[in-house]
Structure formats: structure tokens, C-alpha cells
């Protein structure tokens, strides 16, 4: 059986509130878990101790059982000094495709057209 430690998602429509559970990866979202070990509010400020309540010794426990934390909640375990995410980097997510870089050509060039011709 596989193991996650994922975020479960409560509250209401635009007031999110989410629930940190222990639930087999086969099991749906908001389905069902094994244990809850902690809870998480975006809606908190960012520097508020309240945004992320975890139990460390029970998320501790069930590291060592082989349950495997989603990038979120890698992101909450890295905050709380329990394991450390890597980092990541994308830089050619930002390179424009393409297409755009066709149409920002094409759109130089008639730049340059009416510049040349008002000289």
C-alpha cells in the first residue's frame, strides 16, 4: 500500500481550508485517510503561526513508515526543519514559443517599416 501525506480540501466556496491527512495514494482528495496530522489555512496571513498546524512527531512516525509528502506539503515539512526540498529551476519556462517569437518579429518588422520611410 502507498502511502501520501497530501492536503484534503473543506471550507467553502472561495474560503479554502485544508486538512493534512495520511491517506493511501488509490484513495480520492477529499476521500478517504488514514489519520489527520495537521491543518493548513491560506486564508491566514503568511507570517501567522496559525496558517500551518502540524504534528511533527506523528508526521515524523510516518515518514519513517515510507509515506510520501506532495510538493506542498514537502514545502510545509522543509518550513518545520523535518526534511529538506530541493530546489527547483525552470528557466526555459519562460522562454516565449514559437509562434511568439514569430509574431514579435513580424511585429518589428512593421515597426521598423514606418520608421524608415518617415526618414
Known amino acids: 500500500m502507498s502511502l501520501k501525506i497530501r492536503?484534503?480540501?473543506?471550507?467553502?466556496?472561495?474560503?479554502?481550508?485544508?486538512?493534512?491527512?495520511v491517506a493511501d495514494a488509490r484513495s480520492p482528495r477529499d476521500g478517504r485517510f488514514i489519520e489527520k496530522i495537521g491543518a493548513y489555512d491560506p486564508m491566514k496571513a503568511k507570517d501567522s503561526p496559525e496558517r500551518v498546524v502540524l504534528d511533527l512527531?506523528?508526521?515524523?512516525?510516518?515518514?519513517?513508515?515510507?509515506?510520501?509528502p506532495t510538493d506542498r506539503v514537502l514545502r510545509f515539512l522543509d518550513?518545520?526543519?523535518l526534511l529538506k526540498r530541493p530546489?527547483?529551476?525552470?528557466p526555459a519556462k519562460a522562454v516565449p514559443g514559437e509562434k511568439a517569437k514569430e509574431r514579435a518579429e513580424k511585429k518589428a518588422e512593421k515597426a521598423a517599416a514606418p520608421a524608415e520611410a518617415a526618414e
Do not use: M, S
Open 7 to 21: 492536503l484534503t480540501r473543506g471550507g467553502a466556496k472561495k474560503r479554502p481550508y485544508y486538512r493534512i491527512v
Open 57 to 68: 512527531e506523528k508526521a515524523k512516525a510516518w515518514l519513517a513508515k515510507g509515506a510520501q
Open 79 to 81: 518550513a518545520a526543519g
Open 87 to 90: 530546489a527547483r529551476n525552470n
